[in-house]
Nanobody, 129 residues
Framework: QLQLVESGGGLVQPGGSLRLACTASEGTLTDHGIGWFRQGPGKERDWVSCMSGRGTRGSTRYTESVQGRFTSSRDGAENTVYLQLSSLQPEDTGVYFC????????????????????WGQGTQVTVSS
């Protein structure tokens, strides 16, 4: 069974940046749909970004509050996906989770957590001065 391992969280000052990584335990994530979610203190888990699997119908989407500040990408070997966080603000604080949808996922880019098949353990991001 695919396992996702996250890394890259930490403490950063407002305006700072972090890069989160989500690595597959086996194989690649090339054809998987990828989602990023976050859960702030005392809040529900919210959708942040999604990226469809490889294909001509591929797309990447972001929630409005992170548009222009966060960027989702894949590495060349395709077993790791990244979420680059920039211009971080205190309201970005939370546990960030990556999730994957099994292929075929060329047109998959969902905001709904229950549409994903695999989840990482989460990585804490704290934005504070």
């Amino acid at each position: 069974q695919l396992q996702l391992v996250e890394s890259g969280g930490g403490l950063v000052q407002p305006g700072g940046s972090l890069r989160l990584a989500c690595t597959a335990s086996e194989g690649t994530l090339t054809d998987h749909g990828i989602g990023w979610f976050r859960q702030g203190p005392g809040k529900e888990r919210d959708w942040v970004s999604c990226m469809s699997g490889r294909g001509t119908r591929g797309s990447t989407r972001y929630t409005e509050s992170v548009q222009g500040r966060f960027t989702s990408s894949r590495d060349g070997a395709e077993n790791t996906v990244y979420l680059q966080l920039s211009s971080l603000q205190p309201e970005d604080t939370g546990v960030y989770f990556c999730a994957a949808r099994s292929p075929p996922a060329t047109a998959f880019c969902s905001v709904y957590a229950d549409r994903y098949d695999y989840w990482g353990q989460g990585t804490q991001v704290t934005v504070s001065s």
